[in-house]
Nanobody
């Protein structure tokens, strides 16, 4: 069983930055593609970005491209989401997810096998 633990959410002003972390304490982390999704109140969960198991490939939603960066450290079993130039419309609960048979192009919820508990990001105007 894969357990994902997110941290790093909070309240930030528009234009600011936050870095989210997602740790997996087991020994299988490096074999999974990892994705980040977000869900705002009253909206469906949407894809933010993903990274391949090796970290060599990343893919982003158009809404965050150029502002958000995903990276991973397999030695630390951790994936990161660096968020810069934050906007009020980025406000949401952010989730990390692991896909056993995925890639950086795994953009749908159904492609992911395990999910974290979510962390709230609030961007004030």
């Amino acid at each position: 069983q894969v357990q994902l633990v997110e941290s790093g959410g909070g309240l930030v002003q528009a234009g600011g930055s936050l870095r989210l972390s997602c740790a997996e304490p087991g020994r299988t982390f490096s074999s999974y593609a990892m994705g980040w999704f977000r869900q705002a109140p009253g909206k469906e969960r949407e894809f933010v970005g993903a990274i391949s198991w090796s970290g060599g490939s990343t893919y982003y939603a158009d809404s965050v491209k150029g502002r958000f960066t995903i990276s991973r450290d397999n030695a630390k079993n951790t994936v990161y989401l660096q968020m810069n130039s934050l906007k009020p419309e980025d406000t949401a609960v952010y989730y990390c997810a692991a896909a056993a048979h995925g890639s950086s192009y795994s953009v749908t919820v159904d492609e992911y096998d395990y999910w974290g508990q979510g962390t709230q990001v609030t961007v004030s105007s």
